[in-house]
């Protein structure tokens, strides 16, 4: 069982649509990032958060710690949006490398 | 800033041969990871390297060793490589800390024949 596990795998909507991609995870953590990768394999970090909520544009994570659970919302999604996204994990203390998801799909349809 | 960069973009080898990977970190940045992506996969952790040491390791053989260069470069390497190994080779830097925003480079596909 993958410590970070992210759902849906795949989501398609149209433009316009309220997106949210949903990550749980095992064990502590020091921080939970979501990065977006697009065709070809360039990762770009999107948030990195220990608790709470962040916003970023159209882009809203939010964190819940003794829940072990984040969610990563897109309002008013467009075609451009689509994208592979991942949450991935840092552990407590760490100043080490990520845990990641196997990431959500998107597609976003005009 | 020219981000983390990474060479080469694509490279096709053979089982057996050996590889090496390169990678340039974001300027400021003295941590490098790397990180194996299979097709279809999320990546997965390799090692990381500080102060030209490796700080942690992943769950991968002792095939892939890497290194750090006092300018924080760093190179990793395969040797006696699998089909299995064909993946999309990622590098990432950050400052030294915990928690810090990892920066990725574009990647290195490399197919195994």
Same mark, same amino acid.
């Given at each position: 069982?993958? &410590?970070?596990?992210?759902?849906?795998? =795949?989501?398609?909507?149209? &433009?316009?649509?309220?997106? /949210?991609? =949903?990550?749980?995870?095992?064990?502590?953590?020091?921080?939970?990032?979501?990065?977006?990768?697009?065709?070809?394999?360039?990762?770009?970090?999107?948030?990195?958060?220990?608790?709470?909520?962040?916003?970023?544009?159209?882009?809203?994570? /939010?964190?819940?710690?003794? &829940?072990?659970?984040?969610?990563?919302?897109?309002?008013?999604?467009?075609?451009?949006?689509?994208?592979?996204?991942?949450?991935?994990?840092?552990?407590?203390?760490?100043?080490?490398?990520? /845990?990641?998801?196997?990431?959500?799909?998107?597609?976003?349809?005009? | 800033?020219?981000?983390?960069?990474?060479?080469?973009?694509?490279?096709?080898?053979?089982?057996?041969?050996?590889?090496?990977?390169?990678?340039?970190?974001?300027?400021?940045?003295?941590?490098?990871?790397?990180?194996? %992506?299979?097709?279809? %996969?999320?990546?997965?952790?390799?090692?990381?390297?500080?102060?030209?040491?490796?700080?942690?390791?992943?769950?991968?053989?002792?095939?892939?060793?890497?290194? %750090?260069?006092?300018?924080?470069?760093?190179?990793?390497?395969?040797?006696?490589?699998?089909?299995?190994?064909? !993946?999309?080779?990622?590098? !990432?830097?950050?400052?030294? #800390?915990?928690?810090?925003?990892?920066?990725? #480079?574009?990647?290195?596909?490399?197919?195994?024949?």
């Amino acid at each position: 069982k993958n &410590e970070v596990e992210q759902s849906p795998q =795949n989501l398609t909507a149209q &433009e316009g649509e309220f997106i /949210t991609i =949903n990550c749980s995870y095992s064990v502590g953590i020091s921080a939970l990032h979501w990065l977006q990768q697009h065709p070809g394999g360039g990762i770009v970090s999107l948030f990195m958060l220990s608790s709470g909520k962040k916003k970023h544009g159209r882009l809203i994570a /939010t964190i819940n710690i003794q &829940e072990k659970h984040s969610s990563l919302h897109i309002t008013a999604s467009h075609p451009r949006d689509s994208a592979v996204y991942i949450c991935a994990r840092n552990h407590v203390g760490g100043a080490d490398g990520l /845990t990641f998801g196997k990431g959500t799909h998107l597609i976003i349809q005009p | 800033d020219a981000g983390v960069t990474q060479s080469p973009t694509h490279l096709i080898k053979t089982r057996g041969q050996q590889v090496t990977l390169r990678c340039s970190p974001k300027s400021g940045h003295d941590t490098v990871s790397w990180y194996q %992506q299979a097709l279809g %996969q999320g990546p997965q952790f390799i090692f990381q390297y500080y102060e030209e040491e490796e700080r942690q390791r992943g769950n991968f053989p002792d095939r892939f060793s890497g290194h %750090q260069f006092p300018n924080y470069s760093s190179e990793l390497n395969v040797n006696a490589l699998l089909l299995g190994d064909s !993946a999309l080779y990622l590098c !990432a830097s950050t400052t030294s #800390g915990p928690g810090e925003t990892q920066y990725f #480079g574009p990647g290195t596909r490399l197919l195994v024949l």
